[in-house]
């Protein structure tokens, strides 16, 4: 289904490569999102694989990136994916940023990260956070959006203040692993977006959760630009 949906998604957008939908690998779509037109589809793309956050994660560059350029981009995100995905307890996954480009977002759950109502770091969600700051390591050419989100459980100013203080606790972890926190941007959004049933023991869990967004800065963009990419 979901690959009848991506397909339909492109068709709206244009029926450009309807015949390669099905197979079409990531690096292969962040050309297409990279080159002309690529602002519908990478909205629609963004939309069907981002949740609706795809779409606005990152800083617009202005302009328009070339397909050369995004493919380099979409080849170097593949990479990281691969290696995000063997963190345990991390959900990876392909999305599209505010420049149509290939990016990651990560989720790490509450039952990994933090107990109940706390957003102090426990010394598993310390292990899988310091694995995933050595992969972060490796490509310095991306920028980071961390999220703080929380079930409904209490007040609103409570749960404000717990969603950013679980974001702030992650960018401080990974800022003493070694990840520079300029490159960071954390905020925190209480129970606004729930992917879950907030009235169900399961869903409030699921709720309680923390969403990592990596995007191509500007230096990633130039050097795929310039075809230096590697």
């Known amino acids: 289904m979901k690959t009848f949906n991506s397909c339909m998604t492109l068709l709206l957008a244009g029926s450009i490569l309807l015949s390669s939908c099905s197979s079409t690998k990531n690096s292969t779509k962040g050309g297409i999102i990279g080159g002309a037109g690529g602002a519908l589809i990478g909205a629609g793309i963004g939309a069907l694989t981002g949740k609706n956050n795809g779409a606005v994660i990152g800083a617009a560059i202005g302009g328009t990136v070339g397909t050369g350029a995004g493919i380099l981009i979409g080849k170097k995100m593949d990479k990281q994916k691969a290696e995000l995905e063997k963190i345990e307890g991390a959900q990876v996954e392909a999305i599209t940023d505010a420049n149509n480009l ?21 010394q598993t969600s310390k292990n ?7 992969s972060l390591q490796s490509t310095p050419e991306t920028d980071i959006t961390i999220y703080g989100h929380t079930d409904n459980t209490g007040s609103r ?37 729930p992917v879950a049933d907030n009235t169900t023991a399961e869903g409030r869990s699921k709720n309680r959760r923390v969403e990592i967004f990596i995007t191509a800065n500007k230096q990633m963009i130039n050097q795929a630009e310039q075809g230096t990419l590697k």
Do not use: P
Request: net charge neutral; proline share 0%.
């Open 157 to 193: 100013e409570v749960n404000e203040q717990l969603s950013k203080n679980r974001a702030t606790a992650v960018a401080k972890f990974l800022n003493q692993n070694g990840i520079l926190s300029d490159r960071m941007t954390t905020e925190g959004k209480a129970y606004d977006e």
């Open 128 to 134: 899988a956070l310091s694995k995933f700051a050595t």
């Open 102 to 122: 290939q990016a990651i977002k990560v989720t790490f759950d509450s039952g990994i990260l933090f107990a109940t109502g706390k957003s102090d770091l426990n």
